[in-house]
């Protein structure tokens, strides 16, 4: 570690739990952010701080006026430019040190395994069913954690599926929903909650350190200020 990432990472370093150690460990991980939106900016703006050292990020859309609502990576002159390109942009002047491969299109059956074989981590910040449950299948393919979180309306649900050999995405969501009857709307602070929650979980993750929420399913509620933790197996 050089004396300017000392600097810049001298918040950490002197945490006992994190250390140089513990800061080396993030510029050597490799995180892959399925969804660039809501949940994916907070993710991908705290990873690339903290110096996860390759953020990979997937994602097939284009930026629009509703999404400055809540997906604080984008600005208004970006309407109508892909997501991953303008994210990789800001994360870039965040943190110039770090690699951030970008994969314009959606994950599944037909790329995952490849897309998924270059990384450690995976975080799911994608709304749609189809993508979550091909991250499932794949990192408990490969043995590899899925940060998983999810929100609508006021509320929001983190866990850690597939981590050290722990229960699967499939094991406490069976069955598909009618995305047609989900409700579109959401509080616009939400995401950025439940997404610094997800950057958390990949950070205690990769240092070794905390209780990792596996087998456990947190619930906030933001309209009751409501946090419940519950255990589903594991």
């Not at 945490?15 to 399925?34: F, R, T, Y």
């Not at 995305?179 to 509080?187: A, D, I, T, Y």
């Not at 619930?219 to 946090?227: D, H, K, L």
Request: hydrophobic residues 40%; contains cysteine.
């Amino acid at each position: 570690m050089n004396q300017q990432q000392q600097e810049r990472y001298n918040r950490h370093i002197i945490l006992p739990q994190i250390g140089e150690a513990g800061q080396q460990k993030l510029l050597n991980a490799k995180v892959l952010v399925v969804g660039a939106g809501g949940l994916g900016s907070p993710v991908l703006q705290y990873l690339a701080a903290a110096g996860v050292g390759t953020i990979g990020i997937v994602d097939d859309d284009e930026v629009s006026l509703s999404n400055l609502q809540r997906q604080i990576l984008y600005r208004e002159d970006q309407v109508g430019l892909p997501k991953v390109e303008m994210a990789k942009e800001t994360l870039q002047k965040l943190n110039s040190d770090i690699d951030i491969p970008t994969f314009p299109f959606i994950l599944d059956e037909s790329n995952a395994e490849e897309i998924v074989s270059q990384f450690d981590i995976v975080v799911g910040a994608t709304d749609n069913f189809h993508s979550r449950q091909c991250i499932d299948a794949e990192t408990r393919k490969q043995r590899k954690p899925f940060v998983h979180a999810s929100i609508g309306e006021f509320e929001g649900q983190l866990s850690v599926f597939n981590y050290q050999g722990g229960p699967s995405y499939s094991d406490l969501f069976s069955e598909t929903p009618d995305e047609k009857n989900l409700p579109l709307g959401v509080m616009g602070v939400l995401p950025g909650i439940l997404g610094s929650m997800q950057a958390g979980e990949v950070i205690k993750i990769i240092l070794g350190e905390g209780e990792v929420l596996s087998g456990k399913l947190l619930v906030y509620n933001a309209m009751e200020a409501s946090v419940n933790v519950l255990d589903f197996g594991g």
